[in-house]
């Protein structure tokens, strides 16, 4: 566990000057995370595999695995916006334990921390976002707001969310995706930024906030 550590430290040195070369300007660019010194899928946990592959696959919204953060390692990240996203295994977390680190991380480095279950990090839909958006015309409203229900509790959801409030994502949805969009990002934020956190967080995004 030590080396494994040790190893992904020792890359993200070389990596994190890069990262903030060629993306502090332009957050939903990529630089990329693979090397020869580390397999990522080998280091990943179980739930935190379908999280990243909807990371690489949706692309708009680069987020690096176990990245190094002081004495923490976040199970994804974006260091230019300081947005975490941490996939809870109920096994491996308390929520004393994890209100502690995000409230640490929050004081001592201004990051934010979004938080998905295992439950929804293997969250699947038999109707992808793409077919439905093609088709939603078709639907009564009722249709459409049980599918937005479902595929905004999935990882697919969530970086979607979070790719359209802080990345400049192209949004030509509805008004009630855009509720859907917000009730997502509430519910994952962690608790340590109840209240009226979120909606100073949207503001605070570095101009990139499609509002």
């Not at 109707?127 to 249709?143: G, I, L, P, T, W």
Request: glycine fraction near 6%; aromatic fraction near 18%; proline fraction near 5%.
């Amino acid at each position: 566990m030590g080396y494994k550590f040790s190893a992904i430290r020792d890359h993200y040195e070389t990596l994190k000057p890069l990262i903030f070369e060629y993306t502090s300007k332009e957050p939903s660019r990529w630089v990329s995370p693979y090397s020869n010194d580390v397999d990522w899928l080998a280091q990943l946990s179980p739930i935190e595999i379908p999280m990243w592959m909807t990371i690489r696959s949706f692309g708009g919204a680069p987020f690096y695995p176990q990245y190094p953060l002081g004495r923490y390692y976040l199970d994804f990240a974006n260091p230019i916006l300081k947005i975490a996203i941490e996939c809870d295994g109920k096994d491996w977390h308390t929520k004393e334990q994890d209100d502690e680190r995000d409230l640490d991380i929050m004081r001592r480095w201004g990051w934010i921390t979004f938080r998905i279950s295992g439950a929804r990090c293997f969250k699947y839909i038999e109707k992808d976002y793409y077919e439905y958006e093609s088709e939603f015309k078709y639907y009564a409203d009722s249709e459409i707001v049980d599918f937005l229900s479902q595929y905004y509790q999935t990882t697919d959801g969530l970086i979607r969310a979070i790719a359209i409030k802080f990345f400049k994502y192209p949004f030509n949805g509805s008004d009630i995706e855009l509720r859907f969009i917000d009730k997502c990002l509430n519910e994952h934020l962690s608790n340590v930024h109840e209240g009226s956190f979120y909606p100073k967080l949207v503001h605070r995004a570095f101009g990139y906030v499609n509002q």
